[in-house]
Nanobody, 112 residues
Framework: QVQLVESGGGLVQPGGSLRLSCAASGFAVSRRTMSWYRQTPGKEREFVAS????????NYADSVKGRFTISRDNAKNTVELQMNRLKPEDTALYYC?????WGQGTQVTVSS
C-alpha cells in the first residue's frame, strides 16, 4: 500500500528556513517523479517543485525558484524540500505527491 507522510512544517519568521520531508512507503522514490504542492484556504492547490526519476531534472514554480531546493534520499526513501528565505506568502499546507498519491500535508506558517 502506497503511503506518503510529510513532516518538518512549523512556524518560522520571515527570512528563516525550514526543511520538509516526505517519507514514502509501498514504492521506491527513486522510481517515480516526486513533487511538492501547497495550498492555502480558498485557493487551488499549486505546484511548488518536482524531481525526476533519475534526479537529473528539477522544476520549480517561479515564486520559489532560487529559494527552495528539492532533493531525494534513496537510502531513506524520502524526498526533501529545503526552503530558505521564507516569506509570509509561503504560508500554506504543503503536500507531497507521487503519481496520483498524496500525503496528508504539513503546515508551514511564516510570520513575525
Amino acid at each position: 500500500q502506497v503511503q506518503l507522510v510529510e513532516s518538518g512544517g512549523g512556524l518560522v519568521q520571515p527570512g528563516g528556513s525550514l526543511r520538509l520531508s516526505c517519507a514514502a512507503s509501498g514504492f521506491a522514490v527513486s522510481r517515480r517523479t516526486m513533487s511538492w504542492y501547497r495550498q492555502t484556504p480558498g485557493k487551488e492547490r499549486e505546484f511548488v517543485a518536482s524531481i525526476s526519476i533519475l534526479g537529473s531534472f528539477t522544476n520549480y514554480a517561479d515564486s520559489v525558484k532560487g529559494r527552495f531546493t528539492i532533493s531525494r534520499d534513496n537510502a531513506k526513501n524520502t524526498v526533501e524540500l529545503q526552503m530558505n528565505r521564507l516569506k509570509p506568502e509561503d504560508t500554506a499546507l504543503y503536500y507531497c505527491k507521487s503519481m496520483t498519491d498524496w500525503g496528508q500535508g504539513t503546515q508551514v506558517t511564516v510570520s513575525s
